[in-house]
């Protein structure tokens, strides 16, 4: 199953995701690693999940402000809908050019927690659906952001936005996710590293570019 998934070709090229809970600290180190590659003189494109295109940013309302609760099935097939257009339409082009790096706030480890674990899909479920092209393509590297739930839920207290459809869930539910980013962490040691997000920003930061002078093209 697994050998059916790739890497992005083009020589140069980069690709990265970030994952994690709510308040993990996915946009704080973001910005860091933006400004890192940036530095190197690489060209570099952010984009969000679900979202990043203007089809995408519908789903992205369509799920996160739904008003009903969605089967799970329908909630994973809304997010890969949404995975394939931004696959197609800017992740793939993007890469193409040597030097570009791709940073994607969230991909297909989220899907499995959220909707493999927490919703009750299953991982076989979510890996089946993502050995289609273009959902196939793998990132070269995922920084999981770990940290406990009331870690999480202190710094979205501290934020203080409204809560999303996703954010309103029960603790039973943050504990599944949370054990599924675990578990799905420990399925993919080659690509995904997890880092203790407890740690201040400045030390979350260091551990991500130190991992990235190794693995820079
Ligand atoms: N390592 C850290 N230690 C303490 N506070 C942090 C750390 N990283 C981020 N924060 C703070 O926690 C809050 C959430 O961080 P951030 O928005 O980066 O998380 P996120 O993973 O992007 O969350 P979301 O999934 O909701 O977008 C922010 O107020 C941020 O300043
Ligand atoms: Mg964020």
């Not at 020589?11 to 933006?34: V, Y």
């Not at 990043?52 to 008003?67: C, D, N, P, Y």
């Amino acid at each position: 199953m697994i050998n059916k998934y790739r890497n992005p070709e083009t020589p140069g090229s980069l690709f990265l995701s970030l994952e994690g809970i709510e308040g993990s600290g996915k946009s704080t180190q973001i910005k860091e690693i933006e400004t890192f590659v940036k530095n190197k003189g690489m060209r570099v494109i952010t984009l969000r999940e679900p979202g990043g295109t203007v089809f995408g940013e519908k789903l992205r309302e369509a799920i996160l402000h739904s008003q009903t609760a969605l089967h799970p099935l329908a909630e994973c097939h809304l997010f890969l809908a949404s995975r394939a257009q931004l696959l197609n339409e800017k992740i793939l082009p993007f890469l193409l050019e040597p030097g570009s790096v791709v940073i994607l706030d969230r991909y297909i480890d989220s899907t499995l927690a959220y909707q493999g674990k927490a919703r009750g899909l299953g991982y076989d479920t979510i890996l089946t659906l993502h050995q289609h092209d273009p959902l196939n393509l793998l990132p070269h590297r995922t920084y999981f952001l770990d940290i406990g739930l009331k870690t999480s839920m202190d710094r979205q207290n501290t934020r203080g936005n409204k809560k999303d459809y996703f954010e309103s869930q029960k603790q039973e539910f943050y504990q599944k996710l949370l054990d599924g980013y675990r578990e799905v962490a420990g399925m993919f040691p080659q690509r995904i590293l997890k880092i203790d997000a407890e740690k201040s920003p400045v030390e979350v930061t260091k551990s991500i570019i130190s991992d990235l002078e190794k693995i820079l093209p």
